[in-house]
Each structure stands twice: as structure tokens, then as C-alpha cells.
């Protein structure tokens, strides 16, 4: 068997591993353009149930409780779209980061002598996924 050798005396250091910024940016977007698109919906239903409640303003005194009943829907079913889509983009964004990471420890060990090809254990990423994805859908979804 090869053994690795290093002909420094103080050994080889590898450079530290930085996230990517564009997977990050890319989580970023899908999130904020999920966010604007609650904002639009939330926007335009209650404008369109208020011009239906407009008349029964002067007559009645509760046009706030039909306005909350209406959030209160679309709380729900944001709610609800939010915690569908949590898990797919943390799927993704994890998966996008342990590629980046994947990639730059095997051009770390190529540009330090390494002549072995990097190959993450086959037990590694089937693990460690979706333990990260858990995580990070735990952070994105909304509580009830």
C-alpha cells in the first residue's frame, strides 16, 4: 500500500474550506422569491375581500373580524406552502453545498501533492444529507 508522504518537515496545511456564494444566493433568491410571492397573494386578497366589505362599513360594526377571518386563511395556506417547500429547497441547498465542499477539498489535495483522487465514502453522503436537510428545513418551515 502507498503511503502519503509530505517532504516538509512542518507538513502541508490545506486552505480552509469557504461556503459558496452562490449556492448561497441561490437559497437566498428561491426564499425571497417565495416570500414576495405570499406578499402579492396576501396583497391582492385582502384588497379584493375589503372592495366586497366596503358597503358594510358604515352599517356594520365588525368589517375587522371578516378581514381577520380572511388573513387567517391565507395564514394557513401560506403556512401550509411554506412547509412544503422547506424540505425541497434544503434538499438542494444541501446537496449544492456538499458538491462545492466535495470539489474544493479534491482541488485542495490536487494542488498539494495529493496524487490520490478524493472520493467521499460511499456511507458519507447518504447519511449526512439528509441530516443536514432536517436541519435546515427545521430552520425554514413555520410554526403552526
Known amino acids: 500500500m502507498t503511503k502519503l508522504r509530505c517532504d516538509s518537515a512542518k507538513g502541508r496545511t490545506l486552505a480552509p474550506q ?16 417565495l416570500v414576495e410571492e405570499m406578499a402579492a397573494s396576501v396583497d391582492y386578497w385582502v384588497k379584493a375581500n375589503y372592495r366586497k366589505i366596503v358597503p358594510q362599513v358604515a352599517q356594520d360594526a365588525s368589517p ?6 380572511i388573513m387567517n386563511k391565507l395564514t394557513a395556506r401560506w403556512r401550509t406552502r411554506f412547509n412544503e417547500v422547506a424540505d425541497e429547497l434544503a ?7 456538499q458538491s462545492h465542499a ?18 467521499p465514502s460511499a456511507g458519507y453522503a447518504p ?17 403552526s
Open 102 to 119: 466535495d470539489r474544493q477539498l479534491s482541488l485542495d489535495l490536487q494542488r498539494n501533492g495529493f496524487a490520490i483522487k478524493f472520493k
Open 91 to 97: 434538499r438542494r441547498f444541501v446537496k449544492q453545498a
Open 64 to 69: 375587522a373580524s371578516v378581514l381577520q377571518g
Open 127 to 143: 447519511n449526512k444529507r439528509p441530516l443536514s436537510a432536517a436541519e435546515n428545513v427545521a430552520a425554514d418551515q413555520v410554526d
Open 18 to 33: 469557504r461556503p459558496n456564494a452562490g449556492v448561497e444566493a441561490a437559497y437566498r433568491k428561491a426564499l425571497t422569491d
